[in-house]
């Protein structure tokens, strides 16, 4: 069965530290692959997308995410966290031809000064 | 308007009661997809359609939940004799043709007591 897995539920990172949430994905075939971010009260937005070619891939806010097939991973970096990036991450898998996105259960991101 | 928009944002409601969730993609996009999301869980697919017709309905978890797109345009997500489990948030996304990058709405808190 096709799923995405986020296995840290909660992650606490300092203001200014580097940050990496995990995702691993497990699907007959690479699908297409997310992260999106959602803040309270707020609607999901993505931050970035990998669909094929270069596996590291910039998104907005300064984050990044490096896909590894032989991993089955796509996990989400940012060198220096801001207080703003609290909020929930989720990772979501996309497959060729399908309509629907497989999401995580997602990550909570906890900023401390 | 500039995204999204969902009406209500929050809707409390007894068990056993109809309720109607509405909401109003992006002018121009073809793709709308519902998905609802339970408490400290990721979004789940219920349905998307391409125009005015339901393409997947398959996500809808049982014939009480219905939901139409009349004009291809505003959709609204029904669900009959409510139970307390159909307590979650309710999130539209449209996108541009469904092969496109999907924006969200910021949900409907549906709560049945």
């Known amino acids: 069965a096709q799923s995405v897995t986020q296995p840290d539920i909660h992650i606490t990172v300092s203001e200014g530290a580097s940050l990496e949430l995990r995702c691993n994905y497990s699907?007959?075939?690479?699908?297409?692959l997310f992260w999106y971010v959602q803040s309270p009260g707020q609607g999901l937005q993505l931050l970035l997308k990998y669909f094929s070619g270069d596996t590291l891939v910039q998104g907005i806010k300064g984050f990044e995410a490096e896909f590894k097939r032989s991993q089955s991973s796509f996990n989400l970096r940012k060198p220096s966290v801001h207080w703003s990036d609290a909020a929930e991450y989720f990772c979501?898998?996309?497959?060729?031809?399908?309509?629907?996105?497989?999401f995580g259960t997602g990550t909570r991101l906890t900023v401390i000064p | 308007g500039a995204g999204v928009s969902q009406t209500p944002s929050n809707k409390v409601t007894e068990k056993g009661k109809y309720v109607e969730l509405r909401c109003d993609p992006i002018s121009g996009h073809t793709a709308l997809y519902w998905y609802r999301q339970s408490l400290g869980q990721g979004p789940e697919f219920l349905i998307y359609f391409q125009g005015t017709g339901a393409a997947d309905d398959s996500g809808l978890p049982n014939d009480r939940f219905f939901a139409v797109r009349p004009e291809g345009s505003v959709s609204t997500l029904k669900i009959q004799r409510t139970e307390r489990g159909d307590s979650a948030v309710y999130l539209c996304a449209s996108s541009l043709n469904g092969a496109s990058e999907a924006f969200f709405g910021q949900g409907t808190r549906l709560t049945v007591v």
């Open positions: 699907y007959g075939a690479t699908p297409y």
């Open positions: 979501a898998g996309l497959l060729t031809g399908a309509n629907n996105l497989f």
